[in-house]
């Protein structure tokens, strides 16, 4: 469904993503793992379209889209859920909502709205009890859904998302994970960016290990966590001897 | 019509293939940089950085690994995960000659065991056959991969490791076993033991042979499918990565298969290390794409063949490489045992230094076990006293049984006989 090809890209002087390669199946749940300034979020950006690449390719439905506008990307049914979530705090969170399902055609629009907003309240029952009440009012685990509520409205066929869990209360993530989990079970291809790599596993079906803008692992969940590298880089544990028990 | 261990994966156009594998290059390419000091320093001295490499083609920029390499940094020094992500490590027969350890980790080991999985499939093996492993289970550690890729289909495996053939032929009729796993030669000894017990094919029930680590000319085959009353198919292995595993052929006979999604293959210039166009004979150069443990980029396996990516009948993608029938170097194999010269070389020089010249002679026998000799020349102001003869001939004997694991039979002759083969490698019929 998107596959990436040796796309590298700069912030100025310093490249951050150094030919990655990798791809997401159609159903998909794939979670790019990796610490601090690894390029995960600019990863992310670079795919929607934000981002400028400065070579490579990116295919989503075989077509390519590196060099198209983001406006463009969205419009495919390629939706990025931002970190920070990025809400119109002003806004309630109908009209936050509303403005998520933008970029469809006026028609449609209207005759989605009503089966649109059942089905995102039914994920988020929360959301519909705050419906009118001003975004920023919300706490930061309902942001977060509310976030990934206005991506829904789209109707994406894919879903980046990116750091879903920063800053939430440790049951608040798992929340936000379950839902995660649902979106998959309803077929909706996701690429998850985490930092939380045990939960970002738990969730996913196959995973990226990102180091340094390489990719340097790949693999199954279960993979993954047995993996040295992924304990070493974010379950603290380290090693120093080929021999170290 | 033929079944699929996993379909997906071996049918993969190529086009899809071609860009799985770049995906997983760049990422051994990527492990290696950042774990492997020998890597990392290569690259280092070629200006090299693992980004540089935008497709499959770019990989010829970088040298080939040879064994030497890998003997050079012996034990660990190639590992890329610390001793506990091993689950497995395999050493050569001889270490004190050729010193040579892989690791492999949980995934490896599960990779390897898939692969073989898909092979056994391709050449119709299934859950109601009954698989008869004649491998020697003490000096080659594949014989494992028998048992567990076996047992991982569902068939049944009857392991009769390096028992006399009479035996194999008693448990081949008992257990009426349906598929052999041995090497070519021992699979025509247990041809002719069958024939001279006056056994008749209609009381054995064999159907498949799966035979390796020597591939075998199409006369062998010929000839074994006759006997022995069976299909026969090759299975390919390179020591340093999956043996056997790597490639096998399907019920097409026309090629070995390559498990393209974990190995690389490039056909290369033995001189050179330079790639060669499809269908040029060369030397088989391979990279592993999924290898955590022990990963090997463009490894010299020195085997010499030809690939073919042309389609197969058999619905799978996966490139063909003939069977390999020469070498690249000077390793000869007898009963299934790899020996290079310079290993004998140096055995012979511990064993008794006095010895100046000598030569090797290997009997290849397609039905009766292949023979090592060592010629000996008598050392200078050697007196030939009958016991002294014994006594330099039995320490030879020992050593070299020791180290290589192989009865080797030893004569001491005048020099003048060696004629001009000192030092060399003799093939006799």
Known sequence: ?245 | MSAFWNEKVETLPREELADLQLERLQVTLNRGYAKVDFYRQRFEELGFLPEDINSMEDLARLPCTTVNDLVEHYPYGLFSVPLKSIVRLKFSAAPRIRPLVIGYTQRDVQNWLEVMARHMIAMGIGVRDIIQVAFNYGLFTGAFTFNHAAELIGATVAPTSIASATIQIQIMQDFRSTVLATSPTFAMHIAETRERLGIDLDQTFLRIGLFGPEAMSPDVRRRLEERLRIQAYTVYGVNEMVEPGMAAECQEKSGLHVAEDHFYPEIVDPDSCQPLAQGQEGELAVTTLTNEGYPLIRFRTGDITTLDSSPCPCGRTGVRMAPPLSRSDDLFMVRGISIHPEQVKRLLGEAAPEVESYRIIVRKRDGLNDQLELQVAYPENYVSEWYHTHALADDIRAHLRRALGLGVKVKLMEASNLAEDVGRVVFED
Not at chain 1, 214 to 240: C, H, M, N
């Open chain 1, 1 to 245: 469904m998107l596959r990436v090809k040796n796309v590298s890209a700069y912030y100025g002087n310093i490249q951050v993503l150094r030919r990655v390669t990798f791809h997401v199946k159609q159903g998909e749940v794939v979670s790019l793992i990796g610490g601090n300034g690894a390029g995960k979020s600019t990863l992310l950006n670079v795919i929607s379209g934000i981002h400028p690449t400065s070579s490579g390719t990116i295919a989503f439905e075989r077509q390519e889209i590196q060099k198209q506008e983001p406006n463009k990307t969205v419009r495919l049914g390629l939706l990025q859920v931002p970190e920070q979530r990025q809400i119109f705090n002003s806004m309630t969170v109908t009209e936050n909502l509303e403005l998520g399902s933008y970029c469809l055609p006026r028609k449609e629009q209207k005759r989605m709205a009503s089966s649109q907003f059942q089905e995102i309240y039914t994920l988020f029952p929360i959301l519909k009890e705050r419906a009118r009440q001003r975004a920023g009012t919300l706490s930061g685990g309902e942001q977060q859904m509310l976030s990934i509520a206005r991506a829904l409205m789209a109707r994406p066929r894919m879903l980046l998302l990116d750091e879903p869990s920063l800053g939430l209360a440790p049951l608040v993530a798992e929340e936000i994970f379950r839902v995660t989990r649902k979106l998959r079970d309803n077929g909706t291809t996701i690429l998850l960016v985490e930092q939380n790599a045990l939960a970002a596993l738990e969730v996913c079906d196959r995973g990226y290990v990102l180091e340094a803008g390489r990719i340097i692992l790949e693999g199954s969940p279960e993979d993954l966590l047995e993996d040295d590298e992924v304990q070493r880089a974010f379950l603290g544990r380290d090693y120093k001897e080929k021999w170290e028990r």
